[in-house]
């Protein structure tokens, strides 16, 4: 009986001693949840977590919102660490409307916005009092129409976020509907033409060479997308191995893949 009682206290010895190794090993993973918005998006970020768990013991939780107004909410309340959708020029909206601060800790991509239509092959066949459906969303409204500008159908007033109240000039006669960005594509079956967001797009399975116009890396600076998170955490270390996870040929092939040639590599 003795010796009976001497193994069990020395199988409970061990198994206790297991149990707190393995709860050792578990709690030194940590878990990030990661904000992106779209499918395609939430597959390469799954992808990212992958090499995050395997190398840093990181374990990434996407969170697959539906539009752009999410996102920047949760990461606000904390429902969120970082989020992966917006460019800069959308962020510096966000962050002068909702009295944020959230900051870009690394690029990711560039997405051009461009004019698509299904009924026009080109620019010059737009006519007089067309309907272009644009993006509703203060930085998406200001995009397109400074697109539309460049393109040559219009002019606007030096307002900071100019909406379409402030075209000064419009030569055609457009008429502007304003949708929500996550509608645009699906605008064309009504509208002349749409300005579309390069994820939406893809969705839509709109290919960036069938489009009427389209900005350029070039010029499109403050419209690269980047990885945020609040200002207080910009130097978490964490964070900044799950940028530099992203930041990878793997990654660039995975956009060549989910966004078929609509999206560029920023970094």
């Known amino acids: 009986m003795k010796k009976t009682g001497r193994l069990l206290a020395a199988l409970g010895i061990t198994l206790g001693l297991a149990l707190t190794l393995a709860g050792c090993g578990k709690s030194s993973n940590k878990t990030v949840k990661v904000g992106v918005v779209g499918d395609q998006d939430a597959a390469i970020w799954k992808a990212v977590g992958k090499e995050t768990e395997k190398k840093d013991h990181i374990t990434l939780k996407i969170v697959n919102f539906t539009d752009y107004t999410q996102p920047n909410a949760a990461?606000?309340?904390?429902?969120?660490?970082?989020?992966?959708?917006?460019?800069?020029?959308?962020?510096?909206?966000?962050?002068?409307?909702?009295?944020?601060?959230?900051?870009?800790?690394?690029?990711?991509?560039?997405?051009?916005?461009?004019?698509?239509?299904?009924?026009?092959?080109?620019?010059?066949?737009?006519?007089?009092?067309?309907?272009?459906?644009?993006?509703?969303?203060?930085?998406?409204?200001?995009?397109a129409l400074v697109l539309l500008k460049r393109a040559g159908f219009i002019k606007l007033n030096k307002a900071s976020l100019p909406t379409t109240k402030d075209v000064t000039e419009n030569r055609l006669g457009l008429k502007f509907t304003t949708v929500d960005a996550a509608q645009t594509a699906r605008s064309l079956s009504s509208a002349d033409a749409a300005v579309v967001n390069g994820n939406y797009a893809s969705a839509a399975k709109l290919s960036l060479k069938d489009a009427l116009y389209a900005e350029h890396l070039k010029t499109g600076g403050q419209y690269i997308n980047v990885v945020s998170t609040l200002k207080k955490d910009k130097n978490n270390a964490t964070y900044k191995k799950i940028v530099k996870a992203y930041q990878t040929e793997a990654t660039k092939q995975n956009l060549k893949k989910y966004y078929k040639g609509n999206t560029l590599p920023a970094w």
Do not use: C, M
Request: aromatic content about 8%; glycine content about 2%.
């Open 75 to 143: 990461l606000s309340d904390h429902s969120v660490d970082i989020n992966a959708f917006q460019s800069l020029n959308f962020q510096d909206a966000w962050n002068k409307a909702h009295h944020t601060n959230i900051v870009a800790i690394g690029n990711t991509y560039f997405q051009p916005l461009a004019l698509y239509s299904n009924k026009l092959k080109k620019l010059s066949e737009i006519k007089r009092g067309a309907q272009i459906a644009i993006p509703n969303d203060a930085a998406n409204e200001t995009r």
